[in-house]
């Protein structure tokens, strides 16, 4: 509509300027070379026009002449640029696709069109990837290092590379780099950070933390988390030698993450070496009450040393109230009761656990505790132990794949900090029948007894080959098992020792182990 006024606004003018000069008439005259013309105005303008239009064609015929080997030129690399374009818009669909064949052939069209332009590269170096060819990606990797444009995309791809060929040291290199150039990168701090924690550089790792959480490249409640790993590691190496700085350190691990285990063993620790018993007490209790767990107990109950057998069993009981009666708050009042051989109370406390599918450390705690009433002779005792070489394994710290009865701050396998994490193993064995926790007396008989018809008192049993024949198809999570410990009672001379040796085996180990106690 504005154009259309326009238009209007510009006819009515040029209409106003022609009445105008209609009503203003006058002549011209033009004397040039002993000539002389005379015309109107209104023809001489005319004539001015018209020369002007034709001035203006000519010139653009002329301009258009000289530049058509510019147009021409331009217009070519405008239509090889739209085909490599086009190539690099295909061979990403076939990088994403899986398409090596595609990818590599529009990966040589768009280099041919475009030239070394980064997406074109980049492309080049997946497309290698992708058809496993190795010393092609690295080749186009080094080329983008080389351009400052390019360079932290360039190393991040040689840090792939670096990884994927096992060479930590040059994948270090990479990311530190890459660190330095881009400090915001995230993949390049998170490397540094496992490079650093794998070396056990707790300082250095600090920093890395405090440099990502100023940058947001991670949240408060995750950077407070690793800090808190860190500062514990730091005073877990010096707890024996530096126990002042280790209280330190531990003090502000409990101040950023009051939950975890480890600190708050540490700390209840130092604590109590100090005499500061209250406060020792108050951590360990508020990590107790978000995370049960055995090692708290046991700091817990051995923060007076002088303490008696039914001081502990008070603590004990104190521990299972705050935590409404876990399990592993069960296990630490049994375990206090059998010390102070109040063993109708061990039974109260463990009775619970073995309702629906009896743990290891169940079961072995009921041994003991027919083997400290009964003797060691008891067939109580000798069932318990049976059960709990074929019972669900209990909780244990895991990290990648890696099981382990004590706390690391870093993963054994990748270096990745707070990467262990407590709670059941993989159960591959099947759990046993329930049995009554108060069995009724009968015939003592063998534990494991060979394949064969019945005796008449013992129903047939398949022999122990046959059976770990069956279960070597299970390949039971890898366990840290400590070394059996020598002394006045050798391993397996015990049978609630032989029994808990029995339990930390894997299938064909248990087997065996309950055989030579049968």
């Not at 670096?162 to 150039?181: F, I, N, Q, V, W």
């Not at 027919?370 to 002779?377: C, I, K």
């Amino acid at each position: 509509m504005w154009r259309a006024l326009a238009f209007l606004a510009l006819l009515a003018l040029a209409a106003f300027g022609a009445v105008w000069i209609a009503d203003r008439p006058g002549t011209v005259t033009v004397v040039w070379n002993g000539y002389q013309i005379g015309t109107s105005l209104a023809v001489a303008l005319v004539g001015v026009i018209a020369a002007a239009i034709v001035l203006g064609l000519l010139w653009a015929i002329v301009r258009g002449v000289i530049s058509l080997p510019e147009a021409l030129v331009r217009g070519s690399a405008e239509r090889r640029r739209a085909k490599g374009l086009s190539a690099l818009s295909r061979g990403m669909v076939a990088v994403g696709s899986g398409d090596p064949l595609a990818a590599r052939r529009y990966a040589g069209d768009a280099e041919r069109l475009l030239g070394s332009e980064p997406l074109t590269l980049l492309l080049k170096a997946q497309a290698a990837q992708i058809s496993g060819d190795r010393d092609a990606a690295e080749s186009a990797f080094q080329r983008m290092v080389d351009d400052p444009e390019t360079r932290v995309l360039g190393l991040r791809g040689l840090f792939v590379e670096a990884r994927r060929r096992e060479d930590e040291t040059a994948a270090r290199a990479y990311a530190t780099e890459a660190a330095r150039l881009a400090p915001s990168v995230t993949w390049a701090n998170e490397a540094l950070l496992e490079a650093q924690s794998a070396d056990g550089d707790w300082a250095a790792a600090l920093e890395t933390i405090e440099r990502r959480s100023s940058l947001g490249l991670i949240d408060k409640a995750s950077a407070r988390r690793q800090r808190a790993v860190l500062l514990t590691a730091i005073a877990g190496e010096r707890e024996a030698g530096e126990p002042e700085l280790a209280a330190e350190r531990v003090l502000q691990a409990v101040k950023l993450a009051p939950d975890l285990v480890p600190a708050a063993c540490i700390a209840g620790r130092l604590l109590a070496r100090r005499g500061d018993l209250k406060k020792a007490a108050r951590i360990v209790e508020a990590a107790w009450k978000a995370n049960p767990h055995p090692d708290l107990a046991k700091v817990y109950l051995g923060l007076r040393p002088g303490d008696s057998v039914r001081d502990r069993l008070a603590r004990a009981e104190t521990l299972a109230k705050l935590s409404s009666w876990d399990p592993e708050a069960r296990l630490a009042v049994a375990q206090a009761a059998l010390d102070a051989r109040d063993y109708g109370r061990a039974r109260e406390a463990a009775k619970p656990l073995l309702a629906d599918r009896p743990t290891v450390r169940a079961c072995l705690m009921m041994a003991a505790i027919e083997e400290a009433e009964h003797g060691a002779a008891s067939g109580q005792a000798r069932e318990w132990l049976a059960r709990a070489a074929r019972a669900p394994r209990d909780p244990v710290w895991i990290a990648d794949g890696v099981a382990s009865d004590t706390w690391a701050p870093v993963s054994p396998v990748t270096g990745r900090l707070d990467a262990f994490a407590w709670r059941e193993p993989p159960n591959t064995l099947v759990a046993a029948p329930a049995v009554d926790p108060e069995p009724e007396p009968k015939p003592a008989a063998p534990v494991l007894a060979p394949a064969g018809p019945s005796d008449g008192l013992n129903p047939p049993r398949a022999s122990v080959t046959d059976r770990h024949a069956s279960e070597s198809k299970a390949a039971p999570l890898p366990t840290l098992v400590p070394a059996p410990m020598s002394g006045d009672k050798a391993a397996g001379s015990d049978p609630v020792s032989a029994g808990m040796a029995a339990a930390a085996l894997p299938a064909s180990g248990a087997e065996r182990a309950v055989r030579k106690i049968g």
